[in-house]
């Protein structure tokens, strides 16, 4: 079992190190699951086969060092040199593979619950939610906010809520599920979204726009012009407008499942959202790789909703919750 156990975290570093290179991708949650299994089996191998076995060994020498020891004194002999308890420590302690793999499986287990069905930490690696998140946000996502979904296949099992204009979702990227994206839902089922010359209109209304001071980019030492929006339903939130870029997007839109739902022109995009879809779009604008460019993000893959920055370590003060 040793060499067994020794094969699979050969095998497991093997992975994560290709993964963090980036000679392949990965899915994490059923890395988890995965792992879960393996030290569960272990776990309980170790629970109704190992220890029962090393419990008995124990008795085993227990036993006949009563009965060597009563001998002796039969004999007349009162001193007897033999460390018995030494002995039965180390038949009784877990060796080292079992010490890394059902010694883990409380441990795994909680992680795989918590990140399953409670919250889940993410990390912001692009500019694309600039000025609401940054590059170095450590944020978490409310796994159950939308509803409860069995882990791997991400099937949803009781609905709760529906995402709303203004959400801020992580999904599954449409064109690659394994990579994770993280935008603010625009346009629920049944909308009409329409980016056109830089505006934002929903169901043929412009969605409000407040002009605020610049946005000041510290990385960049660049100052963007900033503005407050309004989706409908209360929700406002900030976003990033640059006027050098071009408001055509017909050339760089990809085919994507539903594309007949859109119309490109020279002065941007309309999508008629469809049945289980949602339109998503990132508030840095022309900036953002999103729904303009890759089309409707499906229910399945919806992962939770991201509401609160616990750390950027570059910036304290960016701790907190946040629209």
Same mark, same amino acid.
């Given at each position: 079992?040793?060499? !067994?156990? +020794?094969?699979? #975290?050969?095998?497991?570093?093997? &992975?994560?190190?290709?993964?963090?290179?980036?000679?392949?991708?990965?899915?994490?949650?059923?890395?988890?699951?995965?792992?879960?299994?393996?030290?569960?089996?272990?776990?309980?191998?170790?629970?109704?086969?190992?220890?029962?076995?090393?419990?008995?060994?124990?008795?085993?020498?227990?036993?006949?060092?009563?009965?060597?020891?009563?001998?002796?004194?039969?004999?007349?002999?009162?001193? *007897?040199?033999?460390?018995?308890?030494?002995?039965?420590?180390?038949?009784?302690?877990?060796?080292?593979?079992?010490?890394?793999?059902?010694?883990? &499986?409380?441990?795994?287990?909680?992680? &795989?619950?918590?990140?399953?069905?409670?919250?889940?930490?993410?990390?912001?690696?692009?500019?694309?939610?600039?000025?609401? !998140?940054?590059? +170095?946000?450590?944020?978490? *996502?409310?796994?159950?906010?939308?509803?409860?979904?069995?882990?791997?296949?991400?099937?949803?099992?009781?609905?709760?809520?529906?995402?709303?204009?203004? $959400?801020?979702?992580?999904?599954? #990227?449409?064109?690659?599920?394994?990579?994770?994206?993280?935008?603010?839902?625009?346009?629920?089922?049944? $909308?009409?979204?329409?980016?056109?010359?830089?505006?934002?209109? !929903?169901?043929?209304?412009?969605?409000?726009?407040?002009?605020? $001071?610049?946005?000041?980019?510290? $990385?960049?030492?660049? #100052?963007?012009?900033?503005?407050?929006?309004?989706?409908? /339903? /209360?929700?406002?939130?900030?976003?990033?407008?640059?006027?050098?870029?071009?408001?055509?997007? /017909?050339?760089?839109?990809?085919?994507?499942?539903?594309?007949?739902?859109?119309?490109?022109?020279?002065?941007?995009?309309?999508?008629?959202?469809?049945?289980?879809? #949602?339109?998503?779009?990132?508030?840095?604008?022309?900036?953002?790789?999103?729904?303009?460019?890759?089309?409707?993000?499906?229910?399945?893959?919806?992962?939770?909703?991201?509401?609160?920055?616990?750390?950027? &370590?570059?910036?304290?003060?960016?701790?907190?919750?946040?629209?």
């Amino acid at each position: 079992m040793g060499l !067994l156990t +020794g094969i699979l #975290y050969a095998c497991l570093a093997f &992975f994560g190190t290709g993964w963090y290179l980036g000679k392949w991708s990965g899915n994490f949650s059923l890395l988890l699951f995965t792992l879960t299994v393996v030290t569960a089996a272990y776990w309980l191998a170790e629970r109704f086969v190992f220890l029962p076995r090393r419990l008995a060994a124990a008795a085993t020498l227990t036993h006949q060092d009563g009965e060597r020891r009563a001998e002796l004194a039969r004999l007349g002999i009162d001193k *007897v040199d033999m460390d018995v308890e030494s002995a039965r420590e180390r038949l009784l302690a877990q060796p080292w593979w079992l010490d890394w793999t059902a010694g883990l &499986f409380p441990v795994i287990l909680m992680v &795989f619950l918590l990140r399953s069905f409670l919250f889940e930490p993410f990390k912001i690696p692009s500019g694309s939610m600039i000025p609401t !998140l940054e590059i +170095g946000d450590l944020i978490l *996502v409310n796994k159950f906010h939308y509803g409860i979904r069995i882990p791997v296949l991400n099937k949803k099992v009781v609905p709760l809520n529906d995402p709303k204009r203004g $959400d801020v979702m992580v999904f599954r #990227y449409p064109v690659d599920p394994g990579i994770d994206f993280i935008k603010r839902v625009v346009g629920v089922p049944g $909308d009409e979204v329409a980016y056109i010359n830089q505006k934002l209109y !929903l169901n043929g209304q412009l969605a409000p726009l407040q002009q605020l $001071d610049d946005y000041y980019d510290e $990385d960049r030492r660049t #100052y963007s012009r900033q503005f407050r929006e309004d989706v409908g /339903g /209360g929700v406002t939130h900030r976003l990033l407008v640059d006027p050098q870029q071009p408001s055509s997007y /017909g050339m760089r839109a990809r085919p994507f499942p539903g594309s007949e739902n859109c119309r490109y022109t020279a002065e941007g995009v309309t999508c008629k959202v469809p049945a289980g879809h #949602y339109f998503m779009m990132g508030d840095n604008r022309d900036n953002s790789e999103d729904s303009r460019f890759w089309g409707f993000v499906p229910d399945e893959n919806i992962v939770g909703r991201a509401f609160f920055v616990w750390m950027n &370590f570059g910036s304290l003060k960016r701790i907190g919750p946040f629209h």
